[in-house]
């Protein structure tokens, strides 16, 4: 009997037909679990996660602190090893470090001593490649945020925008065919991070990459995505995935279309309900009908 509910759970829980990945998937979670060991015992960070990643999609996880999120993310790029299922990137099983992906962190972490393009540069040595294009293609970058001027001052001379913007580039140095971003736009401003949105928004348009972005803001997720990853409380899991079926190329203005309110509020009854069953968890309480339904559930657009 648990195996079966296993499977409807993860029927339910994955965007793919039985039976694996499609030809159009680029990343693929089946299963995914994580225990970390503490002082006090085990503690389970994630649990079956599964759905894919198209090639070229743009897909946010969306949670409250602490569900997992950027575990994944860790996990994706083989930085932090799998407890238990798979991530495969491309079919291949990640198993280690994966150098064909680039990553933006909540902090830009530039090199104080370096100006805009040797940090930007910086990836070519760390895998110690040819630099004969380098400077060419970094310049480019540049070019592409609308860093132009820009390409000599240093970390200190450039507003928290900018700095996250040369982190971009860097990630985007080795031309990687996935890009993983977590939390970038976190510690900015409010008119920044919006700013900072809709320059994603054309510059995934201009390089088609495969983006998995790690968010906290509802309105920033339905803003910038394909699909919507909403993972449950800790132990992680995914308790919704949503299309985001609103038409492209976006702008901040966006947000005052009724749809785009509609994917909003559909999204953030999802988080509390997910609030609602830890904290009726957390008490001791016994499960009701709502506790006994599968936390995994498929919502395309309507």
């Known amino acids: ?65 602490g569900c997992g999120k950027s575990t994944l993310l860790k996990m994706t790029a083989g930085v932090t090893g799998i407890t238990s299922g798979t991530i495969e990137i491309d079919s291949r099983p990640v198993d280690g470090p994966v150098d064909d992906l680039g990553m933006v962190f909540q902090t830009p972490v530039l090199l104080e001593w370096r100006d805009v393009l040797g940090n930007i540069m910086l990836p070519l040595e760390i895998l110690r490649r040819r630099h004969d294009d380098g400077a060419k293609r970094a310049q480019e970058l540049v070019e592409m945020v609308g860093l132009t001027g820009f390409e000599h001052r240093y970390p200190a001379e450039l507003s928290g925008g900018m700095q996250q913007r040369v982190a971009i580039c860097r990630a985007l140095m080795i031309d990687p065919q996935l890009l993983l971003m977590d939390e970038p736009f976190g510690a900015l401003d409010a008119l920044t991070r919006d700013e900072m949105a809709v320059e994603l928004l054309r510059i995934w348009e201009q390089t088609h990459k495969t983006i998995i972005f790690v968010t906290h803001s509802i309105d920033e997720a339905v803003l910038l995505s394909d699909k919507v990853v909403v993972m449950s409380p800790r132990p992680g899991t995914v308790a919704l995935t949503v299309d985001i079926d609103l038409p492209r190329p976006r702008t901040a203005d966006l947000r005052y279309d009724q749809r785009f309110v509609e994917f909003s509020h559909r999204l953030r009854s999802a988080i509390e309900q997910g609030r609602r069953r830890r904290d009726s968890d957390a008490e001791g309480s016994a499960p009701g009908a709502e506790g006994q339904q599968p936390t995994g559930i498929n919502i395309g657009t309507s």
């Open 1 to 65: 009997m648990a195996d079966a509910v296993g499977a409807a759970h993860d029927a339910l829980t994955s965007d793919q037909p039985p039976g694996g990945a499609t030809s159009t998937d680029m990343v693929t979670y089946h299963g995914v679990g994580k225990l970390y060991e503490s002082r006090r015992g085990e503690v389970l960070a994630l649990r079956d996660v599964t759905f894919a990643v198209e090639r070229g999609q743009f897909v946010s996880l969306l949670g409250q602190s």
